[in-house]
T-cell receptor, first 116, second 114 residues
């Protein structure tokens, strides 16, 4: 099946720094990618929809200046957590849909961010 | 708004026994329903989906789910559980207002005892 790669899988940073997480579709093109956040023992919360070549669409309550999303190509979307704080520590997961398919999303392995 | 509910936080079942993980949905229009599985510290893996057609959907790893319109349910089932099936299972519905935007349930932890 289609593969979505996230990098880094784990990152630890100091409070106040910025962290970039990459999401790549390895063997297919994706016009749309989604970024989720998952807290321990909780469900996935959709943060934003990333569209290639245009601005991301953020869900209500998600700070767009805090979580910068760039979808520069059909195979890459990035999430940058700016001026990270301990409360931003979480598991971030991206997903992508292959062009021409219906319904099935392919998920990355997730990136665990720990802010000290 | 579209939503799904998973009433059980955890389901315990003995290996070899049948398992059911419950999901109910609330949608306007025709639902697109999905099941995903998540192993610890990993992303989600697609199990199966219902778009239209046969109410019984067969998916990966021997799982199946039955779409029941009258009960607005989409329960996940497997005839014989394996210890390796132990994981977190998410039911999801596609938000009809946006392409492929999924709304997830709260998840059900399946624990299969040897």
């Amino acid at each position: 099946g289609a593969v979505v790669s996230q990098h880094p899988s784990r990152v630890i940073c100091k409070s106040g720094t910025s962290v970039k997480i990459e999401c790549r579709s390895l063997d297919f093109q994706a016009t749309t990618m989604f970024w989720y956040r998952q807290f321990p023992k909780q469900s996935l919360m959709l943060m934003a929809t990333s569209n290639e070549g245009s601005k991301a669409t953020y869900e209500q309550g998600v700070e767009k200046d805090k979580f910068l999303i760039n979808h520069a190509s059909l195979t890459l979307s990035t999430l940058t957590v700016t001026s990270a704080h301990p409360e931003d520590s979480s598991f971030y997961i991206c997903s992508a849909m292959s062009i021409g398919t219906t319904g099935e999303l392919f998920f990355g392995e997730g990136s665990r961010l720990t802010v000290l | 708004a579209q939503s799904v509910a998973q009433p059980e936080d955890q389901v315990n079942v003995a290996e070899g026994n049948p398992l059911t993980v419950k999901c109910t949905y609330s949608v306007s229009g025709n639902p697109y329903l999905f099941w995903y599985v998540q192993y610890p510290n990993r992303g989600l893996q697609f199990l199966l989906k219902y778009i239209t057609g046969d109410n019984l959907v067969k998916g990966s790893y021997g799982f199946e789910a039955e779409f029941n319109k009258s009960q607005t349910s989409f329960h996940l089932k497997k005839p014989s559980a394996l210890v390796s099936d132990s994981a977190l299972y998410f039911c999801a519905v596609e938000d009809g207002g946006a392409t492929n935007k999924l709304i997830f349930g709260t998840g059900t932890l399946l624990a299969v005892q040897p």
